[in-house]
């Protein structure tokens, strides 16, 4: 089992609606998640991270975590096609972050 | 305000050659990173470091080797390259582990011929 799995896609939706990107982990113990956009050609960017349980939101992003199901979610409301890029979960472990392999959203205007 | 500097850019080597990909950072962090993206995939931890002197193995370290002798340099070592060392490298550094902000270098592309 991979430690950090995600949908790799590709993610299509409409500009104007709602995107919702999955990552589950393995290792119980972790205690910070991450998500990161890179734009292609580009260096990964931090845009949220979350640590408890429940829903943290920064404007038109909101992360989800549920520990107890080792999952972590995205949503993009409103989804404008400067949001097309690849989505990377990432998890901390021991000094270490973890990433998975990625969702490539696509908006389509 | 530089960040996190790496070179080269881009790098041809043959196989069985040898190179150092380089890492500087000018924020004063504590913690350094060396990943590897293949197309279409996520990043892989190769090896990090939490100080200077002190290295540890991430999750794909075979056929690399680092040190960490200062705080801003973290150089990457490829011995023997081997066409599955073909890839995008991203040096990556952060003053705190629970924050998970890491920022990241422009990626060196090295292509294994």
């Known amino acids: 089992q991979k430690e950090v799995e995600q949908n790799s896609g590709p993610l299509s939706v409409p500009e104007g609606a709602i995107a919702s990107l999955n990552c589950t982990y393995s290792?119980?113990?972790?205690?910070?998640f991450f998500w990161y956009r890179q734009y292609s050609g580009k260096s990964p960017e931090l845009i949220m991270f979350?640590?408890?349980?429940g829903d943290k939101e920064d404007g038109r992003f909101t992360a989800q975590l549920n520990k107890a199901s080792q999952y972590v979610s995205l949503l993009i409301r409103d989804s404008q096609p400067s949001d097309s890029a690849t989505y990377l979960c990432?998890?901390?472990?021991?000094?270490?972050?973890?990433f998975g392999q990625g969702t490539e959203l696509s908006v389509k205007p | 305000n530089a960040g996190v500097t790496q070179t080269p850019k881009f790098r041809i080597l043959k196989i069985g050659q040898s190179m150092t990909l380089q890492c500087t950072q000018d924020?004063?962090?504590?913690?350094m990173y060396w990943y590897r993206q293949d197309p279409g995939m996520g990043l892989k931890l190769i090896y990090y470091?939490?100080?200077?002197?002190?290295?540890d193995k991430g999750e794909v370290p075979n056929g690399y080797n680092v040190s960490r002798s200062t705080t801003e340099d973290f150089p990457l070592r490829l011995e023997l390259a081997a066409p599955s060392q073909t890839s995008v490298y991203f040096c990556?550094?952060?003053?705190?582990?629970?924050?998970?902000?890491?920022?990241f270098g422009e990626g060196s592309r090295l292509t294994v011929l």
């Open positions: 990556a550094s952060s003053s705190n582990e629970d924050t998970g902000e890491l920022f």
């Open positions: 290792d119980r113990g972790s205690q910070s």
């Open positions: 979350i640590y408890s349980n």
């Open positions: 990432a998890v901390s472990q021991g000094g270490k972050l973890i």
């Open positions: 924020m004063n962090h504590n913690y």
């Open positions: 470091s939490v100080g200077a002197g002190i290295t």
